[in-house]
């Protein structure tokens, strides 16, 4: 297997590539900043990029002249599809050991080495970003189904105290749901409009105990 240095302008991205690797680039780009550039991409016999799009892309931001390629000229046309495609795939099977993880990132850490620029964030801001993205998707896909036999409001909150309020006005509890491979905690977040309407009667009528009885301060109507 022979390396051979490609000029980056005689680089072809491929087309069809189905990855969508925007939001990876920059991390890889800083990979390459930091430690160079280690891992050789594959191309065909034309210059097309088999495997290695996103370091591509980070390469061209880096301004960089050539790149290291590997030429896969041992496989035809159908293989060279099915292994861009596998290439891709397999890295999805596997897991993080999250304990050796931790002892790995603990140990950069005290040594004051930054792993964030790489994509190791905050476990609670991962966590955080994670549930916005969720949340952005669940209110998209309300938006465009239609619900046969029930209407929907979706509340938004601009801070955590005004949804902490809420959570508390209508006693919205943990609950955990079913993953892959343990259950997610979570917040219930889907009130009964009855229940909803009470409380905004309630509130109207000046009750503000939600006990139902009647503010003594509120104001009668003339």
């Not at 996103?54 to 035809?76: F, G, H, V, W």
């Not at 790489?118 to 189904?145: H, P, Q, T, V, Y």
């Not at 909150?157 to 749901?177: L, S, Y």
Request: net charge negative; aromatic share 8%; proline share 3%.
């Amino acid at each position: 297997m022979n390396i051979v240095e490609v000029a980056l302008g005689d680089l072809k991205p491929y087309a069809n590539n189905p990855r969508l690797n925007d939001v990876a680039i920059k991390y890889v780009k800083e990979s390459i900043a930091k430690f160079g550039f280690k891992v050789p991409l594959v191309i065909d016999t034309h210059n097309v990029i088999v495997c290695g799009h996103t370091r591509y892309e980070a390469a061209k931001q880096l301004k960089m002249e050539s790149l290291p390629c590997i030429r896969a000229d041992d496989l035809n046309e159908e293989q060279i599809k099915a292994f861009r495609l596998a290439d891709n795939k397999v890295a999805e099977f596997s897991e993080w050991d999250d304990f050796k993880l931790d002892l790995e990132l603990g140990q950069l850490n005290d040594q004051g080495f930054d792993m964030e620029p790489f994509g190791f964030f905050n476990e609670e801001e991962d966590e955080e970003e994670a549930e916005k993205k969720e949340e952005e998707r669940s209110i998209a896909s309300m938006e465009l189904n239609e619900f046969e036999h029930h209407d929907y409001l979706v509340f938004v909150f601009d801070n955590k105290n005004d949804f902490i309020t809420a959570c508390n006005e209508f006693n919205i509890q943990k609950v955990r749901g079913n993953g892959k491979k343990h259950g997610r905690i979570g917040l219930g977040r889907v009130v009964r409009g009855s229940k909803l309407a009470e409380r905004l009667r309630l509130d109207d009528s000046g009750d503000k105990s939600g006990t139902g009885r009647k503010d003594d301060n509120a104001e009668s109507p003339a």
